[in-house]
């Protein structure tokens, strides 16, 4: 049975450091960096969680016997090394594992190998994951079913004749404008939203925005969308996502510790798109999970070939779009696809980097001043820079 907190924070509210408040300032990019740091370390305590089991013994993280020192990094038309990226970039926690063996391992502002990180928008990967469990467990047909087959509160809103896999490529063609830094913003209203901790809130704002677009004919990157990726895993399979990534995931994987999952309200559904908290090193053994395949006693819990489609980058509109199933498609530095290297990623610097061809996975836990583009190097610099290094 699902464990669930309540932010501490809600009975305190006047107390200077409470998370809740200091969450609404860090997305409008206007907290201190010692302030920002204390918030992602206390974000369990900003909204209620629901926790994720683990389970099994731990997978072992061995290290390898050659451990990296230093590498170039090219960028922005200079060569960076290490302590560059590290502290240029505010890294608090940075893991490299080269053939499923660490050859970098490194904490900073404060936080050490068991200090939870709020994952931010990595979270949305997870969550489209869980997705394709569910269509592997019969549960949703596949991804081209009108999500008002699931969701029927939907039918008459803009999402009405929308697919699952529309929605999973922000295709939907429902207005959004995700700028954290925006107070008029539809995701700032959702973080009001949030804070509010009212049952059922977010996704009756979604049912009221209108349609901009036809379906598949426009990309709009939504953090809404993923709240509807919640809310559908929940209508099909009847589980909490947090309860079903512990079952499918959690605990298989080899994770060392319970993870949590930021709700919409006390025992209500989780705000699928962001505020999944976990150890770095859990964190890398969900990329290796991915990597191989979500392989769970021989058998995968996805379908064939899922994670292939759910990272592949494709068009919009006859655009090119880099972007799959809420996975990042990563391009080498010459801008080729041939690795199949993806990412997941989150505002403030949180990232798994998967790179299949090179059996290279990095995990990059980061408090920045802004949600984004506060970045001095390109994390995706950083990563081609160590794949080309570790080859």
């Not at 039918?155 to 008029?184: C, F, N």
């Not at 909490?240 to 999952?261: I, P, R, T």
Request: proline letters at 6%; hydrophobic letters at 40%; glycine letters at 10%.
């Amino acid at each position: 049975m699902s464990e669930l907190s309540v932010p501490a924070a809600a009975g305190r509210a006047a107390e200077s450091a409470a998370p809740v408040g200091s969450m609404r300032d860090a997305y409008a990019g206007k907290l201190l960096p010692k302030m920002l740091v204390e918030t992602f370390r206390r974000n369990e305590e900003a909204f209620s969680t629901r926790r994720i089991a683990r389970g099994g013994p731990v997978r072992p993280l061995p290290y390898a016997a050659r451990q990296v020192t230093d590498l170039p990094i090219s960028a922005n038309g200079q060569v960076y090394d290490l302590a560059d990226y590290l502290g240029r970039n505010r890294i608090g926690g940075l893991l490299i594992l080269k053939r499923r063996e660490v050859v970098f391992e490194y904490y900073d502002l404060g936080l050490a190998p068991t200090t939870p990180w709020v994952s931010m928008s990595m979270a949305k990967s997870m969550a489209t994951t869980l997705v394709g469990a569910a269509i592997k467990d019969g549960c949703i047909g596949g991804v081209d079913d009108d999500l008002s087959t699931y969701l029927t509160e939907l039918r008459g809103s803009a999402y009405e004749g929308v697919s699952i896999r529309h929605l999973m490529q922000m295709t939907s063609g429902v207005k959004w404008d995700d700028t954290h830094t925006d107070p008029t913003s539809e995701r700032r209203h959702m973080l009001e939203l949030q804070t509010a901790q009212r049952p059922g809130a977010i996704l009756d704002y979604m049912k009221g925005l209108p349609r901009v677009a036809e379906p598949g004919a426009l990309w709009n990157y939504s953090t809404g969308e993923t709240h509807v990726v919640g809310a559908l895993v929940k209508a099909a399979t009847g589980k909490w996502l947090a309860d079903y990534l512990s079952e499918k995931v959690w605990s298989h994987a080899g994770m060392e510790a319970d993870a949590s999952w930021w709700l919409e309200s006390p025992g209500g559904l989780e705000v699928a798109g962001s505020g999944v908290s976990a150890v770095l090193r859990d964190y890398v053994r969900f990329a290796l999970f991915a990597m191989e395949g979500a392989v769970v006693d021989g058998e995968s819990i996805l379908p064939p070939g899922w994670m292939a489609e759910a990272t592949l980058p494709r068009e919009a509109g006859g655009e090119p779009l880099n972007y799959g199933y809420m996975w990042w498609p990563v391009p080498s530095a010459d801008g080729s696809f041939a690795d199949g290297a993806f990412s997941a990623r989150g505002i403030f610097g949180q990232y798994l980097y998967i790179n299949p061809a090179k059996d290279l996975i990095i995990g990059v836990l980061s408090s920045r001043p802004k949600p984004k583009a506060s970045e001095a190097i390109l994390d995706n610099d950083f990563f081609n820079a160590a794949a080309e290094a570790l080859a």
